[in-house]
């Protein structure tokens, strides 16, 4: 790894303080904050955003306009979509029995698809898929694949009543 306190992108900019892997391919307009680090071999596409304080494990790929705010931590090898928001302190885990020196450890990164949304604090466990402008609620824990357009919540995360998206979040009457 090696620190690289300068900018990096012709559009984009690093503060100080990052840690990113000499092999890591970052895409014009790519904002990466203080304290983050990324491991290596990793892709980040064009005019994204890293907060502070994420970690981005070896060989993931982040696609297009994602943003990945304060605290976020992303497995090795996780494939993000386009137009991805994952909120603050979310966790995308690989490890479905994690054991200290694990002989039998079995990578198995999340995928999140193009357009969905990860609230704040949820955590998704390994090998789950969330699917096309899905959404998870802060909070939740997704244990298993989430259908495209469909909104999970809780712990474990159930998905919601389906809604027409121009009724999201407008009063009952």
Known sequence: M??????????G????????????????G???????????????????????????????RIDDRTRIPHGAFICRNAKIGKRVFIGPLAILTDDKYPRAGNKHYKAEPPTL??????????????GVVIGEDAMVGAGAVVTCNVASSTTVVKVPAVPLPHLPYRQIGKAKK
């Open 30 to 60: 790519t904002r990466i904050y203080a304290y983050t680090t990324i491991e290596e071999n990793v892709t980040i596409g064009h005019h994204c955003i890293i907060g502070s304080n994420v970690f981005i494990g070896a060989g993931s």
């Open 2 to 11: 090696m620190r690289r306190p300068y900018m990096i992108t012709e559009h």
């Open 113 to 126: 698809e193009d357009g969905c949304s990860i609230g704040a604090g949820a955590i998704i466990l390994p």
């Open 13 to 28: 900019d690093l503060v100080e303080n990052a840690v990113i892997s000499k092999d890591t391919a970052i895409g014009l």
